[in-house]
């Protein structure tokens, strides 16, 4: 009876423990989709105040491909995350990849701008650590686009490859791209752009607000890739037994 009291004492503290970790959670994640949408008004404000031009264009486009609307694709998967954990696990699918291919297509027409803009007026191209990061981002943000596809019709395409493969490729590629373009932005808020038309307090703020959003986000995708690891590690195993020859 003892023994009996004892587990579900436990069970119940256990239950406790993650019922106060899943608020502090969500406290963090309404929080991130404050900074998100701060750092997104405040370039739309400037970026509208500086007047039409290219590198205009390029700064909101960017930002709001990659801070804003591939932030809120992540965060679309994410178990505690305010707006989509009523939602079933398929819509929460569908928004993801709506929200990624929007937030994709949009950064890679911000930096599309920018490099037509500098063939046009005989600039160099990717001279800086802002610009060299940003094309990599791109590279990587098409892959993911790509091996998205692959991951959303993983179970048609499943005699080509296995689930477990692509969901893990897909994350990997997800997570890189997305790293390398907040990355990107970070470096981009003290490009001549910036440093023109921003206080040098502003950026500052914005970099931390980032790099506290960009650490947020990826707690959830972290933990994705991490079970998809398992996966792909069991699924491995399993087959690797399968062909062993029976003794």
Sequence with gaps: M?????????????VAAQS???????YFNVLNHIIS????VYMSFLCYSTGYKPISYHSWLCTIGYQLLMTQAILALYSENVWSKQHTRQTQKTIHWVLQAVGSSTAILGII??????????????SSTHSIIGLIAAIFTLIGMFNGISALWSIKL???????????????????????????????????Y?????????????????????????????????????NAKNYKKTQ???MEPVK
């Design 2 to 14: 003892k023994i009996q009291m004892e587990i579900e004492s436990n069970k119940v503290e256990k």
């Design 20 to 26: 106060d970790w899943q608020v502090i959670e969500t």
């Design 37 to 40: 949408s701060i750092a997104a």
């Design 113 to 126: 701008i920018q490099y037509i803009d500098r063939s046009l007026n005989s600039k160099p191209h990717f």
């Design 158 to 192: 499943k005699n080509y490859v296995r689930p477990v493969y692509s969901k893990l490729a897909h994350n990997l590629h997800g997570t890189v791209a997305y790293s390398l373009g907040m990355t990107a932005l970070s470096y981009g808020y003290d490009q001549d």
């Design 194 to 230: 910036m440093q023109a038309y921003s206080r040098e307090d502003i950026r500052m703020w914005l970099q931390v607000l980032l790099f506290f959003s960009s650490n947020l986000t990826l707690i959830g995708a972290s933990r994705a890739a991490l079970n998809h690891y398992r």
């Design 240 to 242: 690797n037994e399968s």
